[in-house]
């Protein structure tokens, strides 16, 4: 199995436009650690949006009542364009994808990562709060809706914390190396084989012999192995889609 990015790249840099309620939550999470240094290093840039700046009134509300009755608010549609329609006026050059964080949308891929990654020079991401998102904004500007699984969560913006860092790791000069990302959980459609570390022996439990042959081809091969039976116990949906092919 090659060993080779599989993502062709369509710029040297990918812009991110969050538009959240919670700009500073976000940026808290994206400004450090590897994206941070990434954005520092001119791989990526990722720009933050407060909403309520994006009202067309004066209180700055951003909600209201959804029509035929229920629980809790919904964001409008108007702020959400104003700030959608001003970000798309300055990226007339570029491919944009636009992205609403939601518990009804496709679920969040490494496949998925590898398209965002390679496929666009901008992302904007809609962080959904209280009961969503009015669905005539959806409909009209919305180009894939995206979960991060089966469950919800008060505001999207966790998810798009995760969405960034899943896509922004696979950015050329992000990581020090795409080895860094090759060989890991899904790149293959397998779970990583079992890691080890110094000391030898920890606990009672010493490192499996095999990694300390100095045997390459041995080593790549039980790890190999280990990835198809780690991906067969744990992940049998995974292991299905394998075997199909």
């Not at 020079?121 to 969503?132: A, K, L, N, P």
Request: with cysteine; hydrophobic share 35%.
């Amino acid at each position: 199995m090659g060993k080779t990015c599989k993502i062709k790249f369509r710029c040297k840099m990918l812009k991110f436009h969050i538009i959240t309620l919670f700009p500073d939550m976000v940026r808290a999470v994206l400004s450090e650690s590897i994206i941070g240094r990434g954005e520092k290093k001119g791989c990526l840039s990722i720009e933050y949006y407060q909403l309520r700046d994006y009202s067309p009134n004066k209180h700055k509300t951003v909600d209201d009542t959804p029509y035929g009755g229920g629980f809790g608010m919904l964001l409008t549609a108007a702020p959400i364009y104003n700030c959608w329609s001003e970000i798309c006026s300055g990226t007339k050059d570029g491919r944009i994808k636009t992205i609403y964080m939601s518990p009804k949308g496709a679920l969040l891929t490494q496949k998925k990562a590898e398209e965002f990654a390679g496929g666009y020079t901008d992302i904007i991401i809609i962080c959904g709060h209280y009961e969503g998102v009015d669905e005539r904004f959806i409909e009209e500007c919305v180009d894939e809706e995206i979960s991060m699984g089966d469950y919800v969560l008060t505001g999207g913006e966790i998810p798009a914390c995760a969405l960034c860092d899943a896509v922004c790791r696979l950015i050329p000069g992000v990581l020090a190396d795409e080895e860094c990302f090759i060989g890991e959980s899904h790149w293959y459609g397998l779970l990583e084989y079992p890691q080890y570390s110094r000391p030898e022996v920890w606990h009672g439990r010493a490192v499996p012999g095999i990694l300390l042959s100095g045997h390459h081809k041995n080593i790549a091969d039980w790890r190999h192995e280990q990835s198809l039976e780690r991906t067969r116990r744990r992940r049998p949906d995974l292991w299905e889609k394998l075997t199909v092919q």
